[in-house]
């Protein structure tokens, strides 16, 4: 039998983990063999796709995401059950003779920096080095981390509060002109959000989307969704659809999802795609299954993520 050279296999079945292990990190307890197995199954598949392609830049960010996890599961299990990411302080440092959690942290040091020396601009792999310091109790090194995640992505407002509570003297730059874009694959971010107050309170969901395909049929999804409970859409609006473009070199351009549709004799109205302009990159230059990103200071996984109030 001819060996497996296709490493994708392996990071659709990491992505299918990582995302649960990520979001669970803080809430799990010490001895969740279920969250211990995934994570371990996680690592498996990243590794064997590293076995594959060692230059793979999905597979490392992954395997820096599930270590930066596992740093932060050890730390609210055995360091400071209030540890908070957000937090306005700084966060606890863990013990020198805390030998695991040292040696997490020089693993989320380590998986952070190999993500580097590919794509020197991934801000996310910034954001985690950053945190792994700071847990070890490098705040200097931990500043300058989260300061170079700030420039490449001013939005990321954890980054920002983490360098404000390592330095008071910092004074957070005003952003101007265009968004940087940090991000060397083409993406989407689909956010769907519902009003859940008079005020314009919102809950919202993200979809990471890494292929035009992918695209059409999550707005196609969550226009039905909307239709189901509101017959009147696109006229009476429930709180909104938006499309983020994310494409190397630029930029990111928002659509307005609901200016893009058109009523319809029966059924959830249609999307008019000339309206969308929805881009068909050239073949390898979408992000790929199994690569998270860092946008506005939060990690979007493939497809769904969580609602959440924001």
């Known amino acids: 039998m001819a060996e497996d050279t296709d490493h994708t296999d392996p990071l659709a079945e990491a992505s299918r983990l990582l995302a649960q292990v990520a979001n669970d990190a803080e809430y799990v307890g010490a001895e969740d063999e279920e969250w211990a197995d995934d994570a371990r199954a996680a690592r498996e598949a990243y590794t064997r796709a590293l076995r594959m392609d060692p230059e793979s830049l999905e597979a490392a960010v992954g395997l820096a995401v599930l270590a930066g996890a596992e740093l932060r599961c050890h730390i609210v299990n055995h360091v ?4 908070w ?8 440092e863990i013990p020198a003779d805390d030998e695991t959690g040292r040696r997490l942290v020089d693993e989320a040091i380590r ?22 310091h700071e847990c070890g109790g490098a705040h200097d090194e931990a500043l300058a981390r989260y300061l170079r995640a700030v420039e490449l992505d001013p939005w990321d ?4 509060d983490r360098a404000q509570a390592l330095d008071d003297a910092y004074d957070p730059p005003r952003h101007e002109g265009p968004d940087p874009n940090p991000h060397s694959r083409h993406f989407w971010l ?26 059409r049929d999550a707005i196609e999804t969550v226009v039905a969704d909307k239709a189901r409970y509101n017959p009147d859409l696109p006229s009476v609006r429930d709180g909104g659809i938006s499309l983020i473009t994310y494409a190397p070199g630029r930029p990111p351009s928002t659509v307005d999802v609901y200016e893009a549709l058109r009523p319809s004799p029966s059924g959830p109205p249609a999307v008019d795609w000339t309206a969308v302009a ?33």
């Open 157 to 160: 407002h954890v980054a920002n």
């Open 111 to 132: 998986t952070a920096r190999h993500v580097l020396s590919l794509e020197p601009d991934n801000n996310l792999a910034v954001y985690l080095e950053a945190l792994a």
């Open 85 to 92: 990411e957000e937090d306005s302080g700084p966060l606890t």
């Open 190 to 215: 689909l956010r769907d959000s519902v009003w859940t107050s008079n005020s314009g309170d919102e809950e919202v969901a993200y979809w990471r989307l890494g292929d035009p395909a992918e695209v």
């Open 278 to 310: 929805l881009e068909e990159p050239a073949p390898g230059r979408c992000l790929p299954t199994g690569q998270p990103v860092r946008v506005g200071g939060r990690v979007h996984f493939d497809g769904e993520g969580e609602r959440a109030e924001e």
């Open 80 to 83: 400071d059950g209030a540890w």
